[in-house]
């Protein structure tokens, strides 16, 4: 008896871990993202940024989002950041979402 309630205890834990895991912030989008991606390298003074080895152009009013603030520092992104991000004409960044490190977007495997 005492077995099968720890195992129900863990495994409870384990899906509340892993639900609280992709829980985001109310700024980010329900929908998603237009591409997530690794940041290779970011270039900000000559306005470039590289995610998974395409280089893309930073809006001159991109917007960063991080986890804890709407609206932060381009500084916060880094390479190695994984990021969400939305573009227009498929080659300049408009908007960026800090993701955490542990993000697995829905519907993807």
């Known amino acids: 008896m005492f077995k099968r309630l720890l195992s129900v205890m863990v495994l409870s834990f384990a899906l509340a871990g892993v639900a609280s895991a ?3 912030p109310a700024h980010y989008p329900d929908g998603g993202f237009d591409d997530i991606g690794r940041v ?3 270039h900000v003074d000559k306005g470039t940024i590289v995610i998974n080895d395409m280089s893309y152009t930073l809006s001159a009013s991109l917007v960063v989002n991080s986890l804890s603030s709407a609206k932060d520092s381009i500084l916060r992104v880094r390479e190695g950041s994984l990021i969400g ?3 227009i004409g498929g080659r300049t960044v408009t ?3 800090l993701l955490p490190k542990n993000y697995k977007p829905r519907g993807r495997r």
């Open 40 to 42: 290779d390298g970011i």
């Open 85 to 87: 991000y939305k573009t």
């Open 22 to 24: 992709q829980t985001l």
């Open 95 to 97: 908007e960026i979402w």
